[in-house]
């Protein structure tokens, strides 16, 4: 079992900036590939970004390329979504969802963390 913790959400102004934070308690954290997802209000919740196991390798959707940055700490167990230059289209519930991999069926999620881009 692993325990996802999202922080960092909040209310900014278009433009601006904010660092989520996704703290893991539990099982050995490396062993999970770590994905940001959104949902905004009355849409499916959608993929942002995703981390390996070891940050060898990183995966953004196209909509938050170049505006976006994920990045772990596997000593703290802890995984980071920076956020730049916000819109006010990334207003959404933010989850990270804990992917272990050596069993695509298991995984956790967390309860997500508001964040709202003002014009």
């Known amino acids: 079992q692993v325990q996802l913790v999202e922080s960092g959400g909040g209310l900014v102004q278009a433009g601006g900036s904010l660092r989520l934070s996704c703290a893991a308690s539990?099982?050995?954290?490396?062993?999970?590939?770590i994905n940001w997802f959104r949902q905004a209000p009355g849409k499916e919740r959608t993929f942002v970004a995703s981390?390996?196991?070891?940050?060898?390798?990183?995966d953004y959707a196209n909509s938050v390329k170049g505006r976006f940055t994920i990045s772990r700490d596997n000593a703290k167990n802890t995984v980071f979504l920076q956020m730049n230059s916000l819109k006010p289209e990334d207003t959404a519930v933010y989850y990270c969802?804990?992917?272990?991999?050596?069993?695509?069926?298991?995984?956790?999620w967390g309860q997500g963390t508001q964040v709202t881009v003002s014009s």
């Open positions: 539990g099982r050995t954290f490396s062993n999970y590939i």
């Open positions: 981390i390996s196991r070891n940050s060898g390798s990183a």
């Open positions: 969802k804990a992917h272990y991999i050596l069993n695509p069926s298991v995984y956790y």
